[in-house]
């Protein structure tokens, strides 16, 4: 199994302002991603986190907004830029292991909760 | 990736089986089904997956139907801990992992 550590666990932002979330992983992974869960609804993928390449972004997410880094396999970032109301929700890093057996399970942090006043 | 059918609610009594049905009419032959649930303020957790065979874990049991178009999750003993929005995602495993797309889930609540 792995276990995902994200920092910060939760915080509160004003507008027009960017924050960045860790993802640390106590495994080595092959796959990182980054979902977005808004208030009362489901998980959003925002974006494939790739070692040592642009991240690939899903319909709806820009690079500008969402800038996502992977500098090794055991850790990534998620900035979230000028950030507005709209943008307050749960941040999740999830990830697979480097030796899965197949099963493709991904595993998930807690959660970075953002509130943008 | 398939989409999924799943209801938005359902109950349970604690001690008693849950069933969870989901639909994926349009899976492919090498889609699986992943079943995933979210207990409140925490990541998805990862419960059981399936291609074609029933499998059961410490956790759950998984029946597939023989035409792989619906599955059930089964909790065969629900307790109150077991109240989470469950998922049901299919798709194809490379092995190497690709991305989960996550429908809207089935909210199970477990009461006494």
């Known amino acids: 199994s792995a276990v995902i550590s994200q920092k910060p666990s939760r915080d509160i932002c004003q507008r027009g302002t960017s924050l960045t979330i860790q993802c640390q992983v106590d495994s080595q992974v092959t796959m990182m991603f980054w979902y977005r869960q808004q208030p009362g609804q489901s998980l959003t993928l925002i974006a494939t986190?790739?070692?040592?390449?642009?991240?690939?972004?899903e319909s709806g997410f820009v690079i500008d907004k969402f800038p996502i880094s992977r500098p090794n396999l055991t850790f990534s970032t998620l900035t979230v830029s000028n950030m507005s109301p709209e943008d307050s929700s749960i941040y999740l890093c999830?990830?697979?292991?480097?030796?899965?057996?197949?099963?493709?399970?991904?595993?998930f942090g807690e959660g970075s909760r953002l509130t943008v006043l | 990736d398939a989409k999924t059918t799943q209801p938005p609610s359902m109950d349970c009594a604690e001690g008693r089986a849950a069933n969870l049905p989901c639909n994926h009419s349009t899976i492919s032959g090498n889609e699986y089904v992943y079943w995933y649930r979210q207990i409140h303020s925490q990541g998805p957790q990862y419960i059981i997956h399936?291609?074609?065979n029933n499998e059961t874990n410490e956790m759950a049991s998984l029946i597939i139907t023989e035409d792989r178009k619906s599955s059930t999750l089964i909790l065969p003993h629900a307790t109150l801990r077991d109240t989470a929005v469950y998922y049901c995602?299919?798709?194809?495993?490379?092995?190497?992992?690709?991305?989960?797309?996550f429908g809207t889930g089935t909210r199970l609540q477990v009461t006494l």
């Open positions: 995602i299919v798709r194809a495993n490379t092995g190497t992992a690709s991305k989960l797309t």
């Open positions: 986190a790739n070692q040592g390449s642009e991240a690939t972004y």
């Open positions: 999830s990830a697979t292991l480097l030796a899965g057996g197949g099963t493709g399970e991904l595993f």
């Open positions: 399936g291609l074609k």
